[in-house]
């Protein structure tokens, strides 16, 4: 039997050791922690990677969607349309601001908001719709983006899980009003800790959602708003710029192993992931579904596969959101998704016979 884990950093990490090594040295020997060259670096790195013009560096990605919306004045009586199917920072950033989460269904081929029922989620109290571009596949950006037109709203990218991601060949991050990014470690442009950015092509946004990131402060001692505390380090900064000169090639090995596993999986007890026209997926995830997930679950864990689930309990049926009152029932496909969908196991650094291994014990399950 075989041992696979869900997620290894062993050697993406291995590989770049010594690059990663040099980068802490540097900044520790340069004394400077917060707010200095490596940040300023990297932003310019990572908004010219994402085909934008400005970065900001956050604390992690929830603040990176929260700023943003509160930059934009969304508030108390105020809505903003979130996926019913996606991890509940999606729905927290809106929280935050006071304004209310409105759940709309995903389809569920790809997992990601479908954009034919968001006008019926609209109200006059509508500000924004946030596009998550979940497990790593873009949303139907034209689609959304039409619609928030017609009905002045601004569209927020949660490109939390798709960095490198494409939509008819333009990044994520590049397509919204704003995005928001996490750099969470297990990200496929992960750190060494939190982290998270801010992509727009506003400057207006970006300077103000810099300076409500630095306790609402545009220089020392001086405060234009009532900010918060979230700042992108030096330490991650410089470890984040190594790091992003390989993502492609990462996101390239995540889609070998992506395709294997498609053309290699065929059993009927298990759905495999489709990915929408125009769009490159880049595989954070790669979600399977099936009916007998549990049992899935427990038999490729008996085998030595590591696996996840990506979300057993969908966002209205959290506590943390009684005060919808939004009834079992209410959200249909976010509510399969959540009881079917099973992750496994996606990183770089997997050999060609453990992706073979995988396939063959799904296939005899």
């Known amino acids: 039997m075989m041992n696979i884990p869900f997620v290894s950093f062993e050697v993406m990490h291995n590989e770049i050791k010594e690059q990663m090594l040099d980068a802490f040295k540097r900044v520790y020997e340069n004394n400077w922690f917060i707010q200095g060259t490596e940040v300023s670096k990297f932003e310019e ?3 010219k990677y994402c085909g934008a013009k400005y970065c900001v560096g ?17 508030g108390k009586g105020d809505e ?7 991890y509940i920072a999606t729905a927290l950033a809106v929280s935050y601001t006071g304004a209310k989460p409105v759940f709309v269904e995903p389809s569920i081929e790809t997992y990601n908001i479908n954009p034919e029922l968001i006008e019926a989620a609209i109200t006059d109290n509508t500000k924004a719709i946030m596009a ?19 009905y002045s709203l601004k569209v927020i990218e949660d490109s939390a899980q798709a960095h490198g991601a494409l939509y008819k060949g333009q990044r994520t991050g590049s397509l919204g009003d704003a995005a928001g990014f996490s750099f969470y470690p297990g990200k496929n442009l992960g750190a060494l800790g939190d982290g998270g ?3 727009t092509d506003d400057k207006e946004l970006a300077d103000m959602c810099r300076a409500l990131g630095n306790y609402g402060s545009d220089y020392k001692y001086h405060h234009i708003y009532k900010g918060n505390n979230s700042r992108l380090d030096e330490v991650q900064a ?5 790091k992003l000169k390989e993502l492609d090639r990462w996101n ?32 954070h995830v790669f979600a399977i579904r099936c009916e007998n997930r549990d049992e899935l679950e427990k038999y490729l864990n008996d085998n030595g596969i590591g696996t996840n689930k990506h979300y057993p309990i969908p966002m209205h049926m959290q506590g943390a959101y009684k005060d919808l009152n939004i009834s ?4 249909p496909v976010a509510e399969t998704i959540s009881k079917t969908e099973l992750s496994i196991p996606m990183y770089y650094g997997m050999s060609e016979k453990e992706v073979d291994y995988v396939i063959e014990k799904i296939n005899a399950f």
């Open 132 to 150: 998550v571009h979940l497990y790593g596949q873009p949303a139907r950006m034209d689609e959304i983006k039409t619609i928030a037109k017609k």
């Open 328 to 331: 079992e029932g209410a959200l």
């Open 197 to 199: 950015a801010i992509v």
């Open 252 to 283: 390239e090995r995540r889609n070998e192993i992506a395709k294997k596993y498609i053309s290699g999986i065929n059993n009927s007890k298990v759905t495999l992931p489709v990915t929408g026209p125009d769009m490159t997926h880049v595989y």
């Open 80 to 86: 903003v349309i979130v996926p019913s199917n996606t």
């Open 58 to 74: 956050c604390g992690n990605g929830l603040d990176a969607l929260f700023l943003v919306l509160k930059a934009y004045g969304i």
């Open 238 to 242: 410089a470890l984040l710029r190594i």
């Open 45 to 47: 790195e990572f908004a």
